[in-house]
């Protein structure tokens, strides 16, 4: 699974201890998330979503091979 | 929020080291027999009452960590609890064909050898996910 919360949290201007303060997580599991590691729940992709004000597809996008 | 995942953090590493602290003069004492058998059965259970309370606090804290952090422990588990599932199976198979070695494999080994496991799930778990 591909993600673009890199993109998204340089839009905002954020590090990787910004996101995980906004979303309730650690900055290791956040990076864990960002280098697609661990796929995050469906509740934690909401919330991320909801503090980039976008949706989960802009965020979260299945790999070529998974489609 | 942040201060109480300390808290219950520190809550449980407390009850691990008081574990710690009365498994293994426990252990010391009844090996050496330094108590009489009624009170031995005591000092036999306080560790176990230890445990029990620090396994308390472990949940109650694996309940407010983040899902990253909840996966990582529950690989961890799983690959500890397979480990010590399979070094118990071997052993019992072992004997029955009386080929056992107390020096090594006791009970009390198996303790340790449990908590070993863990760590290398731990380890292993925390690579994979880069936490």
């Known amino acids: 699974m591909k993600n673009t919360i890199k993109v998204e949290r340089a839009k905002k201007n954020w590090t990787q201890a910004d996101l995980a303060r906004h979303i309730g997580i650690s900055r290791q599991g956040l990076n864990s998330i960002e280098t697609g590691k661990f796929i995050p729940s469906t509740v934690l992709a909401l919330r991320m979503a909801k503090v980039f004000n976008t949706t989960v597809e802009v965020l979260f996008q299945l790999d070529d091979i998974e489609e | ?131």
């Open chain 2, 1 to 131: 929020m942040e201060q109480s995942k300390k808290t219950v953090n520190r809550q449980s590493i407390v009850f691990a080291l008081l574990h710690g602290a009365t498994y293994l003069p426990a252990t010391w004492l009844l090996k050496h027999h330094v108590v009489d058998p009624p009170f031995s059965v005591i000092l036999a259970i306080v560790p176990v009452v230890t445990f029990a309370i620090f396994v308390f606090k472990l949940i109650k804290a694996f309940s407010i960590m983040d899902e990253v952090k909840q996966r990582v422990q529950l690989e961890a588990i799983v690959i500890g609890f397979s480990l010590t599932a399979m070094l118990m199976m071997l052993l019992f198979l072992l004997s029955l064909c009386d080929l056992s070695n107390p020096v090594w494999f006791s009970y009390g080994h198996l303790v340790g050898y449990c908590w070993g496991f863990y760590f290398i799930g731990w380890f292993i778990s925390k690579k994979k996910y880069g936490v």
